[in-house]
């Protein structure tokens, strides 16, 4: 009699997981018949991977095994959950059209909350129209001097929606994620119920908005996911009242925030991304298109090519078979117009140098051009994509080009929310079963810990435009014991942004291509752009580094590009650290360790820090130095 297999045991989990995994990438169809009838936590099926970032759905949709797909779907597993390594589901991964298809009919028959691909935006026409008959619909948000109404929900939105919904969505999750992600949302609450303290909802919205963590990423999949069906009656729908409820808030407390005029922006802005075809295929040459989320875009066009991945494209992931590019680069160039359908957050948000810009829900835009470089060009972005806003000027009886007909106002369903406005929100739809299975995902920016509010800000790896990761391995010991401080490049006084992420890139590159490293090596590197100190993530606060031999496992290394002998670097540096050590990811007592040949990069921050008395390394106490090779 074969024995049942467990994923409780951590060992013995791991052990199962690759054994799945490995069945699944090649094909071995009569093992895996053999070992899934017996498995205990079924949910094994849809964990990510820890060497490759990926789950068995994923690597049998990749590399064609039709047949192990269909197994796995009979066995529960999640065809939403998307990749550490290129943020894709197995659906955007998968090699035939046949197994595109064998995903659809799979949704369409067990239509649950987790789907195979997400519906960004809405094309066709008359959605001006849409876009009139929302804000109609929630007009009576109208009342934001009423302080009492506007605490209520926002109540509402931290414990259903934060500590309810969105924590209900990590239940399966491996326990370092389930942590990770944890702590995110807690710190998200925390600038909500700021939110409620202060009576400023605009602002502490945009700085939980802004932080890295998950909260931006699952905010705006299930504004896609669920709001406009909720609208729309001739959809249906299996979303629960009290989650569109709290998506409903989250939006128009914003519209309707009386300081948003302060914010308004006009003019062009840019949006970087990496898309898939399936994305591409969406935008049609004179088409209108409503996004029904969140877009976060920049004034600044360079940065908006770091987050698309500008010169990435022969790094990003392609097919198993044909090897055709299942992600393309690409910019949006959006030209706004109205005042109501932008915000300039820069001075609001956590992270100012992005330069944000934030287009509102529900906005309308015309596609004027589209631009398919081929991928053996000179140019470094691959898709190019101009939109020019639809203006709706109606009021004058008018109509833009972009209106062609007009649907009938929907309003039994206004009706209907204001009816479970009245009754407290009280009405909650039992959720499905599979939600049990779902597992949320976050991408390589997010898979870490977060920092408090009295931490420096850290810039996420697409800022320097960082090739995905091969593969991870966990810190064995937190808080680590050492702090490795190194040079990165040469010496150079007179770096901007563009300069610190080619550096970084590069130093990647050569960590990776030539070294044969997984990532480059470093936790965290600083750069001075323009004269201003910077922090950029590399592994960051709980991945093992390949920055100092024998020293690797139970420290964090910190990189120096440019200039380092000046005291804004230290500055710097000390900020990090005492970061780490209140997060518990650096012992206070750590011990400093250079490299025998960076003599001169040890020996000055070994003496910038020995007058301070808020660094207690263990340095001082032992009275001596440590060096790796």
Partial sequence: MISTYSSNDCDN??????????????????????????????SVINKIHTKTGSTCLHVACYRGHKDVVEILLQYGASTSIRNNAHHLTPYEEAGTEDIKQLLINYERLFSSRTRYYIEWSMVGDGLLSKRRQFREMIDLYKAYNNRHLVSKLLTEVIHYYLNEYLLSEI????????????QQIEIVQTYFQEAINKHDYLTYFIKAYTLTTCFYQKLNEHLAMYILEYFDETRQS???????????????LLIYHPDLSLYQFQGVCYRGMRITQNDLDQYQLGQCILNRSFLSTSVDRSIAEMFAGEGQQSFMRRAYQDHRPLQLSCICKYVIKQESTAINIENLSTRPVEKEVLIIPFSVFEVINIKVNPLDSPSKISVEIELKECEDINKSGKFQKCIMHTYPLYSIIGLLLLLVFILGFGIQKTINANMATSKMQIIDDDVDYPVGPDCPNILNRSIWNARPFLSRDYLKLLPVTHIVVRRLGVSNSSMNKYDCAK??????AYHMDTLGWFDIGFNFIICAAHGKQQIYKGRGWKYIGAHCKGYNARSL??????????????KIIKSIIQCGITQNNI?????????????????????CFINDHDMHYANISMNKQAFCQ
């Fill in 13 to 42: 989990g791991t052990s199962v997981q690759n054994m799945l995994y490995r069945y699944c990438q090649e094909n071995n169809i009569e093992q895996l018949r053999t070992i899934l009838p017996f498995l205990r936590d079924a």
């Fill in 171 to 182: 239940n399966q999750a491996d326990i370092d994620t389930s942590e990770i992600i944890r």
């Fill in 238 to 252: 299996s979303s629960n009242y009290r989650l569109v409820n709290c998506l409903v808030h989250i939006v128009t």
């Fill in 557 to 570: 290394g910190i990189a120096v590009a440019g200039n380092h002998a000046n005291m804004e670097t230290c």
């Fill in 503 to 508: 550096q970084i890139q590069k130093s990647q």
């Fill in 587 to 607: 012992l206070s007592t750590f011990t400093l360790v250079g490299n025998l040949e960076e003599r001169d990069i040890y020996n000055y921050y070994l003496n």
